[in-house]
């Protein structure tokens, strides 16, 4: 079974500052997806970044972008120029990409705390 | 558009009512899903719908019964709920069961008393 961990229970950052939060995965398959989650005290589950395994190449999306070693089965996401706003809970999850996979397997999270 | 809603906000129950969560998407998305998740913990699977039928039910007590009306509706049914059923239920949707992004609801926060 795949597992998910996110060793970094709480991290802090000053406003305007980066910030990486790290990930590492355990999987045995060569095709699958992984993903940041961001959690906000507003509850609502918001998609930060989508890797796909097969692409070599690093996701960005405007100021986040990730750290993706498929050998080493790390996945870390950075926060550039870090706003009030990204103050939240963080989850990484893994998803197989076999037919049928339905399941998304969540980290333990990190949570985000930006100092003003 | 990637807006799942749900309703109500905030319900409150007693271990003897029978309530009902609901969950809406106009995306066209044809895989709906319902977790739960604890404080401080990462959400949990419960159900899995895909094009309407159920598909994954994660070994959930029977007091918990969902249902998808049409492909884009889904339900969860409340009967006779213990308080360690408190916790935050969440809607999600994807295009397809296994290949797309899951898009979450705003969630609704569950009090059993």
């Known amino acids: 079974a795949q597992t998910v961990t996110q060793s970094q229970p709480e991290m802090s950052v000053q406003e305007a500052e980066t910030v990486t939060l790290s990930c590492t995965y355990d999987?045995?398959?060569?095709?699958?997806?992984l993903f940041w989650y961001k959690q906000p005290p507003s509850r609502q589950m918001i998609l930060v970044i989508r890797?796909?395994?097969?692409?070599?190449q690093n996701a960005t999306e405007n100021r986040f972008s990730v750290n993706f070693q498929k050998a080493a089965k790390s996945f870390s996401l950075k926060i550039s120029d870090s706003q009030l706003g990204d103050a939240a809970m963080y989850f990484c999850?893994?998803?197989?990409?076999?037919?049928?996979?339905?399941?998304?397997?969540f980290g333990q999270g990190t949570r985000l705390t930006i100092n003003p | 558009d990637t807006e799942v809603t749900q309703t109500p906000k905030h319900l409150v129950m007693g271990m003897t009512n029978k309530k009902s969560l609901k969950c809406e998407q106009h995306?066209?998305?044809?895989?709906m899903y319902w977790y739960k998740q604890k404080a401080k913990k990462p959400p949990e699977l419960m159900f899995v719908?895909?094009?309407?039928?159920?598909?994954i039910n994660e070994s959930v007590p029977s007091r918990f019964s969902p249902e998808c009306p049409n492909s884009s509706l889904l339900n969860l049914h409340l009967h006779a709920l213990q308080p360690e059923d408190s916790a935050l239920y969440l809607c999600?949707?994807?295009?397809?069961?296994?290949?797309?992004?899951?898009?979450f609801g705003p969630g609704t926060r569950l009090t059993v008393l």
């Open positions: 999987t045995s398959e060569s095709d699958y997806y």
């Open positions: 995306m066209g998305h044809r895989a």
């Open positions: 999600a949707s994807s295009q397809d069961s296994s290949l797309d992004t899951q898009y």
């Open positions: 719908y895909s094009y309407e039928k159920l598909s």
């Open positions: 890797q796909e395994a097969y692409k070599q």
């Open positions: 999850a893994y998803r197989s990409a076999a037919p049928g996979a339905q399941k998304l397997v």
